[in-house]
């Protein structure tokens, strides 16, 4: 039987870790070290604004967690990662929470923020994101899809695949900023802040999670989850604002789909929380989610939304 981790519990190892990443000790996660206090109030484990001004909404969601100068230090070097998968509505990280992200980020300090990809220009073009990106004053950075751009990395207490191809970029920036846009998927059936590290990882390597029948197995498309739970065990983001706005619930990740307006931005450092959140905006729990379970189940977060404390904002 698994043991559960209560809140109290999980803010101090993680606070150990997301405050390691923000001052530039690196994104491999680790145990061990000095305890220190968490970077946002106890109470507060995710903060959600809703709204439909975005850009505001975001604003107030990481205000409501603390504040982006809680994980960007003064000439920090910030990387981000949205999703812009494709042009559809609801399939990509709207342009309005890049921007209000990148300027938090040079509020705080920032000294460069970059967007990193190993998508093609055409996947930011379409979608409009690439205009977003540099109007808001960041770098987006196309990283050649060829293996010397990336570099092995194992993952600590693996159970499904054991090394990682992370672009080695990555490794240059001091913050991680995780930003998903939550939607449908083929295989696993959701995305969010855990499967949207695949966007770091080299693609024939993402592709190794995939066995033939991934979209239809149960057993294949845990295979899956477990190969994104433990991408999550090697890499862990400082801080995560999904994009809850607007997206698909059918067909994805590509879309067109069926879209569900909840009109949400959601910030926090609990993967396993935030994503068990945002399933339930399109009528799915936790449980439905090989992901979400598997990552509660190895340590990576709180499962149980009742023991997770969510600030609600109004914007």
């Given amino acids: ?29 680790c145990s061990g070290g000095e305890d220190i206090s968490s970077p946002v109030e106890k109470s507060v484990d995710i903060a959600v604004a809703t709204g439909s001004d975005y850009f505001a909404s975001t604003m107030k969601a990481v205000e ?7 994980f960007v230090p003064k000439d920090a070097r910030v990387a981000i990662l949205p999703n812009s998968q494709s042009r559809h509505p609801g399939t ?48 987006l950075k196309f990283i050649e899809a060829e293996e010397a751009n990336f570099k092995a990395v194992p993952v600590p207490g693996w159970k499904a695949h054991q090394e990682l191809m992370i672009m080695k970029e990555f490794y240059n920036n ?87 307006k909840p009109q949400k931005i959601i910030a926090g450092v609990d993967r396993v929380a935030i994503d068990s959140y945002c399933a339930t905006l399109w009528g799915l729990t936790s449980e439905d989610i090989f992901a979400i379970k598997l990552g509660f189940e190895q340590g990576l977060g709180e499962i149980d939304l009742n023991e997770v404390g969510i600030k609600e904002i109004t914007v």
């Fill in 1 to 29: 039987m698994n043991k559960k981790i209560g809140r109290r519990e999980f803010f101090k190892k993680s606070a150990k870790i997301g405050l390691s990443a923000a001052v530039g000790y690196g994104f491999i996660s």
């Fill in 64 to 70: 409501g967690f603390g504040g982006m100068s809680k």
């Fill in 92 to 139: 990509f990280t709207k342009p309005e929470v890049i921007q209000a992200v990148v300027e938090m980020c040079k509020k705080a300090g920032a000294s460069e923020v970059n967007c990193l990809t190993w998508l093609k220009p055409e996947n930011w073009e379409t979608s409009g994101l690439d205009v977003a990106v540099k109007e808001a004053g960041a770098n």
């Fill in 174 to 260: 001091d913050v991680f900023i995780d930003m998903p846009i939550t939607k449908d998927h083929a295989g696993n059936k959701f995305t969010g802040t855990m499967k949207n590290l695949m966007g770091l990882n080299y693609r024939p390597n993402n592709r190794l999670f995939h066995k033939e029948d991934w979209t239809t197995n149960p057993e294949s498309i845990q295979f899956l989850d477990q190969c994104i739970v433990d991408m999550n065990k090697a890499i862990t983001p400082t801080l995560c604002v999904v994009d809850a706005t607007e997206f698909i619930t059918t067909n994805g990740p590509f879309g067109p789909g069926e879209l569900t």
